[in-house]
């Protein structure tokens, strides 16, 4: 069972904003475990400093791009901490993927990893495998997250985009998505064997495709995201089951798409600007209004500017305190 947490709201103008900075003081202890292009630092190279790290260690990465391929594997209880996404850039060099969590068979056990950003390399930036108690947290990534059978995964506040196929894909894993702004892919997230996912106030715009996808028998509960401006809104295919409540999907060619053999419980969600918003996949033709959350909305959010991915909801908006949420979609209204 995937366990909620408390989640807290987002501030600013939408999502203009990075993470917050992080502080330039060190934390005691943590100078000695510095990496530094500069050579102000004990490590020249991020993968040096992880080599050497041991169970409980911090590692402290100064500004500056570092074109190095990062594996994290056969590790345990380690934190990794970039002194901010716009500042630390990890660049890969020969591999597929610039950043690797766990590998076969080793696996990598209760890390951390925030305030970076994350390129693209031959098609992948982040790959998590086999491994379990991750967190990816004030990252950007430019490219593909792809996590294969790995346990208690989270990625939060994150800013993920422009692949050239998936922002974030899960084969057989068990993760939890939120508060991530997940913009530009094919697909913003795709779900796939027998994964466990939940998705909680995310907001994905501008996915060639659907903003998520779940196919063979996962399971996947998308609570409060706000998808909107993409291909289609939530595709369930094969045996997948979802539960799908509080979102806002507008703006896209299919609202919800189900499969048939799909289960689906559906409350209090509104769809609007949809070319349809339910449908068959085995019959095109077919509207699924029958399969339609009963108590869904048909209504215009009033965003305070989405043209400019700002995604809050203005003062005025028909979608407070609707079904038990003190707001529908991901982000709150503005005071």
Known sequence: MLVLGVLSSYSGMGWAAVSP?????????????????DGTGKFFSLQE???QSVPGQAIWIKAGK???????HSKENLTIIGAGMDRVILAGLERVGTLHIGKWPYGAKHIVIRGLTVLSHSGLAVGIFNGSHILLKDIRVKGMVFGQQVQDVRVEHCIIGTSETTGVGLVDSQAILQ??????????VAVSGSSQVLLKQNVIVRSLFQAVRVSDSSNVALIRNTLVHNGGGIALTDTSQGKIEGNIVGEGKIGILFS?????TIAYNTLYGNTINYQWSDAPQRAGQERGGQTDLHIVPLFVNSDNDDF????????????????????????
């Open 21 to 37: 900075s992080i502080q330039d003081d060190l934390p005691p202890g943590l100078s000695q475990w510095t990496v530094a292009r």
């Open 312 to 335: 809050r909801l203005q003062a005025n908006t028909p979608l407070a305190k609707i079904g038990g949420f003190p707001f529908l979609g991901a982000l709150p209204s503005i005071e």
């Open 179 to 188: 508060h991530n702004f997940i913009h530009d892919n094919d697909h913003g």
């Open 49 to 51: 400093a992880i080599d």
């Open 66 to 72: 570092y074109e190095e391929d990062v594996t994290v």
């Open 260 to 264: 048939p053999k799909s289960q689906t």
